[in-house]
Protein backbone atom coordinates (compact mmCIF):
# COMPACT_ATOMS: atom_id res chain seq x y z
CA UNK A 1 0.00 0.00 0.00
CA UNK A 2 3.04 2.41 0.60
CA UNK A 3 3.79 2.10 -3.02
CA UNK A 4 0.85 3.36 -3.80
CA UNK A 5 0.71 5.77 -1.98
CA UNK A 6 4.44 7.32 -2.98
CA UNK A 7 2.60 7.03 -6.03
CA UNK A 8 -0.66 9.37 -5.44
CA UNK A 9 1.79 12.04 -3.80
CA UNK A 10 2.83 12.59 -7.75
CA UNK A 11 -0.91 12.26 -8.78
CA UNK A 12 -1.53 15.20 -6.60
CA UNK A 13 0.78 17.88 -7.77
CA UNK A 14 -0.34 17.30 -11.33
CA UNK A 15 -1.41 20.42 -13.83
CA UNK A 16 -3.59 19.39 -15.81
CA UNK A 17 -5.61 15.66 -17.62
CA UNK A 18 -3.29 13.74 -20.22
CA UNK A 19 -5.68 14.55 -22.97
CA UNK A 20 -5.50 18.90 -22.30
CA UNK A 21 -1.43 18.86 -22.23
CA UNK A 22 -1.31 16.86 -25.26
CA UNK A 23 -1.42 20.39 -26.94
CA UNK A 24 1.53 21.96 -24.36
CA UNK A 25 4.57 21.43 -25.96
CA UNK A 26 6.33 21.06 -22.34
CA UNK A 27 3.89 19.10 -20.84
CA UNK A 28 4.87 15.69 -19.08
CA UNK A 29 3.03 13.40 -16.49
CA UNK A 30 1.87 10.29 -15.18
CA UNK A 31 -0.69 7.24 -15.63
CA UNK A 32 -1.89 5.31 -13.09
CA UNK A 33 -3.56 2.14 -13.33
CA UNK A 34 -5.22 1.40 -9.54
CA UNK A 35 -8.06 -0.28 -8.35
CA UNK A 36 -10.54 1.45 -6.59
CA UNK A 37 -12.59 -0.82 -4.04
CA UNK A 38 -14.64 2.17 -2.69
CA UNK A 39 -14.82 4.87 -5.89
CA UNK A 40 -16.79 6.92 -3.82
CA UNK A 41 -14.30 7.29 -0.76
CA UNK A 42 -11.74 8.05 -3.20
CA UNK A 43 -13.21 10.62 -4.96
CA UNK A 44 -14.06 11.87 -1.41
CA UNK A 45 -10.30 11.84 -0.38
CA UNK A 46 -9.12 13.60 -3.65
CA UNK A 47 -12.05 16.29 -2.75
CA UNK A 48 -11.14 17.27 0.75
CA UNK A 49 -7.23 17.14 -0.23
CA UNK A 50 -7.99 19.73 -3.20
CA UNK A 51 -9.60 21.84 -0.50
CA UNK A 52 -6.36 22.46 1.74
CA UNK A 53 -3.49 24.66 0.83
CA UNK A 54 -1.47 21.74 -0.41
CA UNK A 55 -3.45 20.21 -2.59
CA UNK A 56 -5.16 23.36 -4.35
CA UNK A 57 -3.69 25.72 -6.64
CA UNK A 58 -5.18 27.12 -9.88
CA UNK A 59 -2.45 25.57 -11.95
CA UNK A 60 -3.20 21.75 -10.62
CA UNK A 61 -5.69 19.22 -11.80
CA UNK A 62 -5.91 15.55 -10.89
CA UNK A 63 -8.86 13.60 -13.71
CA UNK A 64 -9.59 9.87 -12.47
CA UNK A 65 -11.01 7.43 -15.15
CA UNK A 66 -13.12 4.36 -15.04
CA UNK A 67 -12.10 1.53 -17.46
CA UNK A 68 -14.90 0.12 -19.32
CA UNK A 69 -12.63 -1.60 -21.10
CA UNK A 70 -8.62 -3.30 -20.39
CA UNK A 71 -8.47 -6.65 -20.59
CA UNK A 72 -7.42 -8.64 -18.10
CA UNK A 73 -6.11 -5.62 -16.65
CA UNK A 74 -7.50 -5.83 -13.04
CA UNK A 75 -7.19 -1.87 -12.63
CA UNK A 76 -10.85 -0.74 -12.32
CA UNK A 77 -9.82 2.96 -12.81
CA UNK A 78 -7.12 5.37 -14.32
CA UNK A 79 -5.40 8.36 -12.64
CA UNK A 80 -3.96 10.87 -15.46
CA UNK A 81 -1.61 13.61 -14.08
CA UNK A 82 1.05 16.03 -15.43
CA UNK A 83 2.57 19.21 -15.41
CA UNK A 84 3.33 22.06 -17.62
CA UNK A 85 6.67 21.49 -17.33
CA UNK A 86 9.53 19.31 -15.62
CA UNK A 87 10.05 22.64 -13.72
CA UNK A 88 6.75 22.82 -12.25
CA UNK A 89 6.98 19.12 -11.22
CA UNK A 90 9.78 19.93 -9.01
CA UNK A 91 8.83 23.04 -7.51
CA UNK A 92 5.69 21.12 -6.90
CA UNK A 93 6.67 18.16 -5.34
CA UNK A 94 9.25 19.79 -3.66
CA UNK A 95 6.14 22.39 -1.74
CA UNK A 96 3.71 19.01 -0.86
CA UNK A 97 6.66 17.25 0.78
CA UNK A 98 6.79 19.14 3.61
CA UNK A 99 2.74 19.75 4.01
CA UNK A 100 1.21 18.12 7.37
CA UNK A 101 -1.89 17.74 5.03
CA UNK A 102 -0.07 15.10 3.02
CA UNK A 103 -0.12 11.88 6.01
CA UNK A 104 -3.96 12.36 6.08
CA UNK A 105 -4.81 11.95 2.67
CA UNK A 106 -2.15 9.09 2.18
CA UNK A 107 -4.38 7.40 4.96
CA UNK A 108 -7.33 8.26 3.35
CA UNK A 109 -6.88 6.98 -0.13
CA UNK A 110 -4.70 4.29 0.74
CA UNK A 111 -7.52 2.70 2.59
CA UNK A 112 -9.43 2.23 -1.05
CA UNK A 113 -7.02 2.03 -3.17
CA UNK A 114 -4.32 -0.53 -4.75
CA UNK A 115 -1.81 0.15 -7.30
CA UNK A 116 -1.48 -2.13 -10.36
CA UNK A 117 0.86 -0.36 -12.41
CA UNK A 118 2.19 3.05 -13.90
CA UNK A 119 2.81 4.94 -16.89
CA UNK A 120 5.20 8.02 -17.51
CA UNK A 121 4.49 10.22 -20.74
CA UNK A 122 5.40 13.16 -22.36
CA UNK A 123 3.72 15.78 -25.08
CA UNK A 124 4.82 15.99 -28.66
CA UNK A 125 2.18 18.89 -28.62
CA UNK A 126 0.13 17.37 -31.04
CA UNK A 127 -4.18 17.76 -31.09
CA UNK A 128 -6.86 18.01 -33.24
CA UNK A 129 -10.32 18.50 -33.20
CA UNK A 130 -12.99 19.87 -30.66
CA UNK A 131 -10.62 21.03 -27.59
CA UNK A 132 -13.43 21.98 -25.69
CA UNK A 133 -14.40 18.08 -25.20
CA UNK A 134 -11.67 16.97 -23.27
CA UNK A 135 -13.02 19.06 -20.40
CA UNK A 136 -16.99 17.17 -20.94
CA UNK A 137 -18.11 14.89 -18.08
CA UNK A 138 -19.75 13.03 -20.18
CA UNK A 139 -16.82 12.52 -22.81
CA UNK A 140 -15.72 8.67 -23.90
CA UNK A 141 -12.05 8.01 -24.63
CA UNK A 142 -10.10 5.38 -26.46
CA UNK A 143 -6.35 4.89 -25.87
CA UNK A 144 -4.00 2.87 -27.76
CA UNK A 145 -0.71 2.24 -26.78
CA UNK A 146 1.80 1.17 -29.77
CA UNK A 147 5.47 0.70 -29.92
CA UNK A 148 6.88 2.67 -33.08
CA UNK A 149 9.86 1.75 -34.88
CA UNK A 150 10.18 4.97 -37.25
CA UNK A 151 8.58 7.79 -34.66
CA UNK A 152 9.02 10.57 -37.73
CA UNK A 153 7.56 8.62 -40.27
CA UNK A 154 4.19 7.57 -37.81
CA UNK A 155 3.79 11.02 -36.30
CA UNK A 156 3.59 12.34 -39.78
CA UNK A 157 0.81 9.66 -40.89
CA UNK A 158 -0.96 10.17 -38.03
CA UNK A 159 -1.14 13.74 -38.53
CA UNK A 160 -2.39 13.16 -42.10
CA UNK A 161 -4.99 11.10 -41.00
CA UNK A 162 -6.80 13.30 -38.44
CA UNK A 163 -5.91 16.39 -40.27
CA UNK A 164 -8.56 14.75 -42.35
CA UNK A 165 -10.98 13.22 -39.96
CA UNK A 166 -10.91 16.33 -37.80
CA UNK A 167 -14.66 17.60 -36.62
CA UNK A 168 -16.56 19.11 -34.09
CA UNK A 169 -17.62 16.10 -32.97
CA UNK A 170 -14.07 14.53 -31.87
CA UNK A 171 -10.39 15.20 -30.59
CA UNK A 172 -7.36 13.07 -31.40
CA UNK A 173 -4.01 13.69 -29.39
CA UNK A 174 -0.53 11.73 -29.89
CA UNK A 175 2.00 11.59 -26.52
CA UNK A 176 5.24 9.74 -26.36
CA UNK A 177 5.45 7.45 -23.49
CA UNK A 178 8.74 7.89 -21.34
CA UNK A 179 8.62 4.61 -19.79
CA UNK A 180 6.07 1.55 -18.69
CA UNK A 181 7.47 -1.12 -17.03
CA UNK A 182 7.84 -3.96 -19.78
CA UNK A 183 5.00 -2.61 -21.68
CA UNK A 184 7.01 -1.76 -24.64
CA UNK A 185 5.00 1.10 -25.88
CA UNK A 186 6.90 4.60 -27.10
CA UNK A 187 3.37 6.63 -27.99
CA UNK A 188 -0.45 6.57 -26.83
CA UNK A 189 -2.95 7.78 -29.28
CA UNK A 190 -5.91 9.16 -27.77
CA UNK A 191 -9.40 9.98 -29.17
CA UNK A 192 -12.09 11.61 -27.49
CA UNK A 193 -16.09 11.56 -28.31
CA UNK A 194 -18.77 13.34 -26.74
CA UNK A 195 -20.15 10.25 -25.13
CA UNK A 196 -19.99 5.97 -25.15
CA UNK A 197 -21.83 5.77 -27.89
CA UNK A 198 -20.00 8.38 -30.03
CA UNK A 199 -16.94 6.42 -29.70
CA UNK A 200 -18.56 3.93 -32.70
CA UNK A 201 -19.91 6.71 -35.25
CA UNK A 202 -18.77 6.42 -38.25
CA UNK A 203 -15.90 8.07 -39.31
CA UNK A 204 -15.73 11.45 -41.11
CA UNK A 205 -13.12 9.83 -43.55
CA UNK A 206 -12.74 6.41 -43.45
CA UNK A 207 -10.38 6.08 -47.06
CA UNK A 208 -8.09 8.60 -44.44
CA UNK A 209 -8.11 6.09 -41.80
CA UNK A 210 -7.31 3.15 -43.89
CA UNK A 211 -4.31 4.69 -45.39
CA UNK A 212 -3.36 5.70 -42.39
CA UNK A 213 -3.58 2.27 -41.30
CA UNK A 214 -1.51 1.05 -44.54
CA UNK A 215 1.09 3.25 -43.78
CA UNK A 216 2.22 2.44 -39.90
CA UNK A 217 1.52 -1.41 -40.03
CA UNK A 218 4.92 -2.22 -40.53
CA UNK A 219 6.23 0.14 -38.28
CA UNK A 220 4.21 -0.27 -35.08
CA UNK A 221 2.78 -2.78 -33.03
CA UNK A 222 -0.28 -1.83 -30.81
CA UNK A 223 0.86 -2.66 -27.19
CA UNK A 224 -2.55 -1.92 -25.17
CA UNK A 225 -5.81 -1.06 -26.47
CA UNK A 226 -8.64 0.98 -23.72
CA UNK A 227 -11.58 2.22 -23.15
CA UNK A 228 -12.54 4.60 -20.48
CA UNK A 229 -15.36 7.69 -18.90
CA UNK A 230 -14.02 10.69 -17.10
CA UNK A 231 -15.49 10.24 -13.42
CA UNK A 232 -14.13 13.40 -11.77
CA UNK A 233 -11.43 16.45 -12.53
CA UNK A 234 -9.81 18.53 -10.19
Known amino acids: MNRLLRKIFIL ?3 LLSMTVLA ?28 RVAAGSGDDVTVTLYQ ?28 AQSVSSEWAVFQSELGRVSQLIGSTMWRSLGLGVGNADLQYSQTAAENWVFVDVED ?10 WVDAEGADDKYFGLIAIAADGTGGATHALINISESVGAQFDSQNDPAALNRFRQEVRDIREIKEHVRLVKVKAW
Do not use: C
Open 12 to 14: TTS
Open 67 to 94: YLANGTNPATHAIVVSYASPQVMDATLA
Open 151 to 160: REMYATAWQK
Open 23 to 50: QSQNAIGFKYDVQVSNPQAAVAAIDKYR
